[in-house]
């Protein structure tokens, strides 16, 4: 049996992470332990677990400027810089579209105009930005 965590809001259900089951799938729901809830506390899993909101709700949008106005995309950047590396990381291994708040918490902006809109581009760029000054992954 296959554990998916995930957490109620408006009285639904959201998964954690995406989850790619047939149509009519039956499914047991269980509260989980207090001790599996607060894993929840470290960085890692609370930016696992809203990115997988933002990226599941998120996934159809065209618009950047809408995908990261998400309150799940909001709510990384209010992680603070700490969440930095995490970012760089799922940057570097998914290209994911972390370049709004990757400027929002560096107040940086290594991206020049002729290379806006080339994802590959825009992720080397901020890599090397990143390595530059002094982050690690």
Request: proline fraction near 6%; include cysteine; hydrophobic fraction near 40%.
């Amino acid at each position: 049996m296959k554990i998916i965590t995930g957490t109620i809001r408006n009285g639904q259900i959201v998964a954690d992470q995406p989850i790619d089951w047939p149509e009519g799938c039956q499914v047991v729901i269980q509260p989980a332990k207090q001790e599996v809830v607060s894993s929840e506390n470290s960085l890692e899993d609370r930016f696992l677990r809203l990115s997988a909101i933002w990226q599941r709700d998120t996934a159809y949008l065209s618009s950047m400027t809408d995908a990261s106005n998400h309150p799940a995309y909001q709510e990384i950047i209010g992680l603070g810089p700490a969440v930095i590396p995490l970012l760089l990381r799922d940057l570097e291994a998914h290209h994911t579209h972390w370049f709004a708040a990757l400027r929002a918490l560096t107040k940086a902006e290594p991206i020049c105009a002729k290379d806006a809109g080339n994802i590959p581009r825009m992720v080397d760029t901020w890599l090397v930005w990143a390595k530059d000054h002094g982050y690690r992954w």
